[in-house]
């Protein structure tokens, strides 16, 4: 009985030494692994600018829309480690469109890029869901002006795209007289729009400082601050569909300089003593033998 106890235990021991071998063998295996932090599976390595250099992967397609007539509605994410400034997204044959260097952060949200007139380029058919569009972007890096080619499965649109930005019906105003300082600014625009304005050229419609009334037609805003000569005023308008104006619309407030007499001017004459001797014009005769100072007036 006690033999059978003794061995029975000596086996137990046997099979709890193996388990913590195969265990032992198990944990060094997996701690000679290395996985993948699925986080960046999209993210550059320390070597971003080399990847930029060579256009790989700098932006991504992650949704597109496209309808009959060849408009095109692209949402891109940045896949860089560094800000990307998009100038301007063509097709192979056909499309081109400029952007006021749209920003795209490094694995920030993605941004909407409408597309006009891509033609049969990006154009879906009747009947179809789908269609494989090809492009070239152009964009700016710390590391300077890159290109990158793209093709993406994109779905097809029910309908037409909105993917025109607002126009902006305005012309400069008259110029205001000396010593105006505000001015109400008033202008139209061809679809209802929310719109904006700055008195620093370029500046992003969603960094503009001041805004017109309201998501309307007809817009206005008191413009403060107006000093002699140029004032201007840099506009850029959102409409329902999120299409920005990619370039300022300028309109300039001008105030006119103050207006001097043109009469001719008189001049004082005074001796030593500072008292007055006499007043001529410019073109008198002078009076010898005196310390003269000359002192022009302009009558008010």
């Given at each position: 009985?006690?033999?059978?106890?003794a061995q029975g235990s000596i086996?137990?021991?046997?099979?709890?030494?193996?388990?913590?071998?195969?265990?032992?063998?198990?944990?060094?295996?997996?701690?000679?692994?290395?996985?993948?932090?699925?986080?960046?599976?999209?993210?550059?390595?320390?070597?971003?600018?080399?990847?930029?250099?060579?256009?790989?992967?700098?932006?991504?397609?992650?949704?597109?829309?496209?309808?009959?007539?060849?408009?095109?509605?692209?949402?891109?994410?940045?896949?860089?480690?560094?800000?990307?400034?998009?100038?301007?997204?063509?097709?192979?044959?056909?499309?081109?469109?400029?952007?006021?260097?749209?920003?795209?952060?490094?694995?920030?949200?993605?941004?909407?890029?409408?597309?006009?007139?891509?033609?049969?380029?990006?154009?879906?058919?009747?009947?179809?869901?789908?269609?494989?569009?090809?492009?070239?972007?152009?964009?700016?890096?710390?590391?300077?002006?890159?290109?990158?080619?793209?093709?993406?499965?994109?779905?097809?649109?029910?309908?037409?795209?909105?993917?025109?930005?607002?126009?902006?019906?305005?012309?400069?105003?008259?110029?205001?007289?000396?010593?105006?300082?505000?001015?109400?600014?008033?202008?139209?625009?061809?679809?209802?729009?929310?719109?904006?304005?700055?008195?620093?050229?370029?500046?992003?419609?969603?960094?503009?400082?001041?805004?017109?009334?309201?998501?309307?037609?007809?817009?206005?805003?008191?413009?403060?601050?107006?000093?002699?000569?140029d004032n201007n005023i840099y506009?850029?308008?959102?409409?329902?569909?999120?299409?920005?104006?990619?370039?300022?619309?300028?309109?300039?407030?001008?105030?006119?300089?103050?207006?001097?007499?043109?009469?001719?001017?008189?001049?004082?004459?005074?001796?030593?003593?500072?008292?007055?001797?006499?007043?001529?014009?410019?073109?008198?005769?002078?009076?010898?033998?005196?310390?003269?100072?000359?002192?022009?007036?302009?009558?008010?």
């Open positions: 009985m006690a033999r059978s106890r086996e137990y021991l046997l099979i709890l030494g193996a388990v913590i071998l195969v265990s032992a063998v198990v944990i060094g295996l997996l701690a000679s692994m290395q996985y993948d932090d699925p986080k960046k599976s999209t993210v550059f390595a320390s070597d971003a600018f080399s990847k930029l250099q060579h256009g790989n992967d700098a932006i991504i397609v992650t949704e597109g829309l496209a309808d009959s007539s060849g408009d095109v509605i692209l949402k891109l994410l940045g896949n860089s480690d560094s800000n990307v400034f998009v100038r301007n997204i063509r097709g192979n044959s056909a499309g081109d469109n400029s952007f006021d260097d749209v920003l795209i952060l490094p694995q920030g949200e993605p941004v909407n890029f409408p597309l006009a007139s891509f033609g049969d380029t990006c154009e879906c058919t009747a009947g179809q869901t789908e269609i494989n569009c090809d492009f070239v972007i152009a964009f700016m890096t710390d590391a300077g002006l890159r290109t990158q080619s793209l093709s993406s499965l994109i779905q097809c649109a029910q309908g037409n795209l909105d993917v025109l930005p607002p126009v902006i019906n305005s012309s400069n105003p008259a110029s205001l007289v000396f010593g105006t300082n505000s001015y109400i600014l008033i202008f139209i625009t061809n679809e209802v729009a929310n719109c904006r304005y700055d008195t620093i050229f370029k500046t992003a419609f969603a960094n503009m400082r001041y805004g017109f009334s309201g998501l309307l037609l007809s817009h206005s805003a008191t413009i403060t601050g107006l000093v002699t000569g506009v850029k308008c959102k409409d329902v569909a999120n299409n920005i104006n990619q370039t300022d619309f300028n309109i300039k407030i001008i105030v006119s300089s103050p207006s001097i007499p043109l009469s001719t001017p008189f001049v004082w004459i005074v001796n030593n003593t500072g008292n007055n001797v006499s007043r001529l014009s410019i073109s008198g005769g002078g009076m010898f033998g005196l310390q003269m100072v000359l002192v022009i007036q302009f009558p008010s």
